[in-house]
């Protein structure tokens, strides 16, 4: 794959609508995204504080779901830059590396040298993605923000801007937890497939919106996702990232799926039986994911912490 067509992964997935006057959709569109967090947050179970299952928390995480695609723009080049690869990883390349390293800079310098041996692969960050890294120092930062929440409970003081914040944090990772149910988010296939392709799959780059973004937004309710979702019980993970990773690698096992049922029809229109099971199935996949981590971080919030003084 050409350098080009790296660079350009998203803006080829959002070709069908004009850049200037639409916001592009990359992943799940804004419909999914606002879906999977919404439904997150409805079905956390009950130990969790009132005000992050409310009816408030239930509309801010709605909003709040498309966010990170919105600091994607052209009138704002630095932030879209910055952030653009963190809404994918490609396993196809990365798995070089054998088991990838937990902390972001040791994956960079990883996948550094990877490329000095291998020239011929793509194998920047930029265009090898970012997707776990950024999920799981969002769950951190919510399991903070949680940690805070619980001082000020203690102390009798106000906990409404901690609220605020776990809110936010919540959100904002439920946005990459949504992109890793998206097969099309893990893999160099990402719009088109490439490569040997003895069973004729498309090749033209519109599979990725067709169905993130256009066939969801006409055929997936909520109300028909949300059974799904509540007929699965709140988990407390264990390790969050290799819960977190083989939740991943479990969306990568779908590329081939998605593009079988692309080929017959599924995504068209009103789509197929099977497109449209495929794509709630996975939309509930990123939710319960979502459900479980938030779940997990605020259980673990309680566990006893070194607290940093600044040296």
């Keep these: 794959m050409s350098k ?7 803006v080829v997935a959002s070709a069908l609508v004009p850049w200037m006057t639409v916001q592009p959709s990359f992943a799940w569109g804004g419909d999914g995204h606002r879906m999977i967090n919404r439904l997150a947050a409805k079905y956390l179970p009950e130990d969790i504080p009132a005000f992050l299952r409310n009816g408030n928390a239930l509309d801010t995480m709605e909003y709040l779901g498309p966010e990170p695609d919105r600091w994607r723009n052209r009138a704002e080049p630095e932030l879209g830059d910055a952030q653009a690869s963190e809404h994918f990883i490609d396993f196809e390349e990365v798995d070089i590396l054998g088991t990838l390293p937990r902390k972001r800079f040791d994956y960079i310098r ?3 040298q990877a490329q ?17 890294y ?20 203690a102390a009798g003081k106000d906990t409404k801007p901690a609220e605020t914040a776990i809110l936010f944090y919540a959100a904002w990772l439920g946005h990459y937890v949504a992109d890793g149910s998206q097969p099309l988010h893990v893999t160099s296939k990402y719009n088109g497939w490439t490569g ?11 599979i990725h919106y067709v169905f993130e973004s256009q066939f969801v937004t006409a055929n997936i309710k909520p109300a028909e996702v949300a059974p799904l979702v509540a007929a699965s019980q709140p988990k407390l993970l ?6 977190y990773m083989s939740y ?8 081939e799926k998605t593009y079988q049922l692309e080929k017959a029809g599924g995504f068209n229109g009103a789509g197929t039986p099977e497109g ?10 990123g939710a319960i994911e979502l459900r479980d981590m938030i779940y997990t971080a605020w259980v673990r919030s309680a566990d006893p912490v070194e607290e940093y003084h600044g040296s």
């Design 248 to 255: 991943l690698r479990h969306s990568a096992t779908l590329v």
């Design 196 to 206: 040997a392709n003895p069973n004729g799959y498309t090749t033209e780059h519109k």
């Design 134 to 153: 950024v999920t799981e120092e969002v769950w951190q930062r919510l399991k903070v923000g949680m940690r805070e929440y619980r001082h000020l409970l």
């Design 276 to 285: 449209k099971a495929f794509a709630e199935e996975r939309l509930a996949a």
């Design 4 to 10: 080009f067509a790296r660079v350009m992964r998203f």
């Design 116 to 132: 000095v041996a291998h020239p011929d692969m793509a194998l920047t960050p930029e265009k090898a993605g970012l997707q776990p």
């Design 238 to 243: 264990g390790d969050e990232w290799t819960d």
């Design 110 to 112: 990883a996948l550094a």
